[in-house]
């Protein structure tokens, strides 16, 4: 809290919420110590100030309004308090980021790729959702791979369900994307169609050897494409929409120039077939 100016005080910086600087404001803002509850604020800000407690429920009720309190009960303990936090400060219900526990995430990727997976799992802890473990089915298969990988095992990995993003490495890039969700969005085989159409060029070509190769990733590229994807991971959890459907990310020497390159569905994928039948 701030003094603006003789007659105003802010609560905060990005954006300031201005408020007059009147006795009760001034009771309320000093009770709230963000454990005691909005009774609690109000009777000991009655006490403190003399004022009348009607007075400063109705002082409460208008900062809450403002955006310069918030009521932190029914919130979530079980979750991670910055993701609370975090999505609070978005105008998201924050009871949404308790739920993130039952959307589990499993990365499949090589020994020279396990800096990515290290990053992964920990942003995706941090984030509350859960790592699943090597016997169990996770919502969202992250499938790292050095070069691009055998689309066998992408479509293998989505025909039970699961979400998939592959994620490339080679030759100092990421390439992050699309996210593939069987009979929802664009496949890996439709990027390929378009590369060809579009491109002019041969479809990319999947590695069939030398699958554990140096990719020449730095971790500034690494920890860019690591963010993108727990980010959709975080996304889709939330039921939103994750930043990589119909679309491939480029990570290069400037991670935060990333370009992306869009993907629709392939007329000749049989992908779009999966679709569920409303
Ligand atoms: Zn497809």
Known sequence: MLRRDAEHVQVGTWPPVVLPDTPAVRAVLQAVDGVRDTRRVTRVAAQRSGLDEETLRATLADLHRAGAVVDATGWPASAPVDEVHAAVLRGDDPTGVARRRGFAVQVHAPGSASGLGRLVT??????????????????????????????????????????????????????????????????????????????????????????DRPHGVGVSVLQAAAALVVGDALAAADGKRPVTVGSRWVLGARPGAAAHRDVAFAPECSCHLFAPVS
């Open 122 to 211: 920990l942003g995706a802890e941090l984030g509350g959702l859960s790592v699943a473990d090597p016997n169990q089915e996770p919502e969202l298969l992250v499938v790292a791979s050095v070069g691009e990988p055998a689309r066998d095992s992408i479509d293998s990995a989505s025909q039970s369900g699961m979400r998939v993003l592959p994620v490339v490495l080679a030759e100092g890039r990421a390439v992050v994307g699309p996210w593939v969700h069987r009979g929802h969005t664009p496949c890996l085989r439709c990027a390929d169609a378009g590369e060809t159409r579009w491109g002019g060029r041969p479809a990319l070509l999947p590695a069939d050897r030398g699958f």
